[in-house]
């Protein structure tokens, strides 16, 4: 029972350097997001994806990209990290049905100096 | 969209049973209400969910009023591992699949 998986749980930054953050899920889910969550904060929607070749912006989607070309991954890409990006990331998915359950990875708790 | 508010904090002792309300004046009628939980370092977790009336699993309750203007979730008999954030968001067909989080309430449990 994998669920969502991420990786990595860790990562520092230097301001300007890019990365991926892997998320994967085994449950066949259409719907795929990524939340950002900074200190004391709830969560906010940086992109989403409805199914495989489609995404979308959510709340705070600057500086970040997305892509889905299979069902199971969503990688969130960093282009040039800023202090600004430190947060905690989540990535999450449900099915494409309304009212069901979203299911969380553990995070990715990221630093960027 | 219908906006959610709930208290910001609570604090409860062992034992005792917690009642969380969220208000969502502008809820739409074909819209649910969802609550998760979120343990420090962890991502969060479905709870309940309910359309009106009152809905009850081996977690907690949730109470609907019938005007479903607010809601209320029900943590029986907390214990120390109940320490979390609880988190109220409505389900809006027009918001497609996306959930939109606020800020959450947070609850202590003392011993």
């Known amino acids: 029972n994998a669920g969502v998986t991420q990786t990595p749980k860790f990562q520092v930054l230097k301001t300007g350097q890019s990365m991926t953050l892997q998320c994967a899920q085994d449950?066949?889910?259409?719907?795929m997001s990524w939340y950002r969550q900074d200190p004391g904060m709830g969560l906010r929607l940086i992109h989403y994806?409805?199914?495989?070749?489609?995404?979308d912006q959510g709340e705070v989607p600057n500086g970040y990209n997305v892509s889905r070309s299979t069902t199971e991954d969503f990688p969130l890409r960093l282009l040039s990290a800023a202090p600004s990006q430190t947060s905690v990331y989540f990535c999450?998915?449900?099915?494409?049905?309304?009212?069901?359950?979203?299911?969380f990875g553990q995070g990715t708790r990221l630093t960027v100096v | 969209l219908a906006k959610t508010t709930q208290p910001i904090s609570m604090d409860s002792y062992e034992g005792q049973e917690v009642n969380i309300t969220c208000s969502h004046n502008?809820?739409?009628?074909?819209?649910?209400i969802t609550w998760y939980q979120q343990f420090p370092s962890q991502g969060p977790r479905f709870i309940i969910q309910g359309y009106k009336t009152k809905v009850t699993n081996e977690v907690a309750s949730l109470f609907i009023p019938a005007d479903r203007k607010s809601s209320t979730l029900s943590l029986p008999r907390v214990s120390l591992s109940d320490t979390a954030v609880y988190y109220c968001l409505v389900e809006s067909r027009a918001a497609g699949n996306k959930l939109t989080f606020g800020g959450g309430t947070r609850v202590l449990v003392k011993p």
């Open positions: 502008n809820i739409a009628t074909n819209d649910y």
């Open positions: 994806s409805v199914g495989a070749g489609i995404t």
């Open positions: 449950m066949n889910h259409e719907y």
């Open positions: 999450a998915s449900r099915s494409g049905v309304m009212n069901t359950e979203a299911f």
